[in-house]
C-alpha cells in the first residue's frame, strides 16, 4: 500500500493514513494535527544528509504537523522521517497532540547542521538524522535510517554507556517523579502510541534514553 502512497499527492496520502483535519479546516474547528506529507526537500537535509548515508533522499519524507507547546499553543513543527516510518510517526504524534502533549520545538535537524548536541541544547524534537551515536561514535545512529525519534532532549536526557547524561544541562531530569511538564513517562498517552504502533521507547533501557523511540528498539 506504502508504495501506492509514495505516488499520491501529499494531501490525500494524509488523509489515507490518518483522516486528519486538512489545513484549510473551516473557522470554529478544534485544533488537529493537520498533517501534510511530501518529499524532502534537500535544503531541508542539508547538512543531515550526503553521499553514503544508508538511505537515500529520495525515500525520505518531511512531514509538516502541528504540535502543542509549552505555552498552550499550537505550533506548526517539521520533520523528516523514512517514507516507511510516515505512518506510525504519524499515529505516535497524533497521540501526543490530542493528549495536549507539549513539544518545545520541532525542526528539521538541518537547522542544526545535523549537530545532535546542538539540537538537544536547543531541546529540538526531531527524526531523520545520518550520524554516529551520541557517546558512541563507533556506531551509527538508528536516526541515520529515518525510523528513530528523540522528544524534548530536556525534558528526557539520555544517559550513554559512559554514564554521561546528554544534554548536560538535563540532569535534573533524570527524576522522573513527580514527572514534568513534557517528560515521557511509562504507560502515558504517547509511550502507549509507541507502543501500539510496534515501536520501542528508550526510556525502559539500561541506562535510559528517555528522549528516543525508535522501529526497531536501537
Keep these: 500500500m506504502l508504495s501506492a502512497l509514495r505516488r499520491t499527492a501529499p494531501a490525500l496520502v494524509l488523509g489515507l493514513l490518518s483522516g486528519l483535519l486538512p489545513l484549510g479546516a473551516a473557522a470554529g474547528e478544534q485544533p488537529r494535527l493537520a498533517a501534510t506529507v511530501s518529499e524532502a526537500p534537500p535544503a531541508l ?3 543531515a544528509h550526503r553521499p553514503g548515508c544508508p538511505v537515500p533522499a529520495e525515500r525520505l519524507r518531511l512531514i509538516t504537523m502541528n504540535h502543542w507547546g509549552f505555552d498552550g499553543r499550537v505550533h506548526r513543527g517539521e520533520m523528516i522521517v523514512h517514507e516507511d516510518a510516515v505512518r506510525p ?3 505516535i504524534f497524533g497521540a501526543a497532540f490530542d493528549d495536549r502533549f507539549p513539544i518545545r520545538r520541532m525542526r528539521a535537524m538541518s537547522h542544526y547542521d ?6 538537544m541544547a536547543d531541546d529540538n524534537t526531531s527524526a531523520y ?5 551520541t557517546g ?10 529515518g525510523d528513530a525519534v528523540d522528544v524534548n532532549p530536556r525534558e528526557n536526557p539520555y544517559v550513554d554507556r559512559s554514564g554521561a547524561v546528554h544534554p548536560p544541562s538535563a540532569r535534573a531530569a533524570l527524576d522522573r517523579e513527580p514527572p514534568a511538564e513534557g517528560m515521557l513517562v511509562a504507560g502515558d498517552a504517547v509511550t502507549t502510541a509507541i507502543e501500539e504502533a510496534g515501536w520501542e521507547w528508550g526510556g525502559a533501557w539500561s541506562p535510559p534514553d528517555y528522549q528516543h523511540f525508535s522501529s526497531d528498539g536501537t
Excluded: P, T
Excluded at 136 to 145: K, P, Q, W
Design 136 to 145: 558512541d561514535e563507533e556506531h551509527l545512529s538508528r536516526h541515520s535510517y
Design 114 to 119: 545535523g549537530d545532535d548536541r546542538r539540537a
Design 129 to 133: 538524522n545520518c550520524r554516529r551515536v
Design 45 to 47: 537535509l542539508g547538512a
Design 89 to 91: 510517526v504519524l499515529r
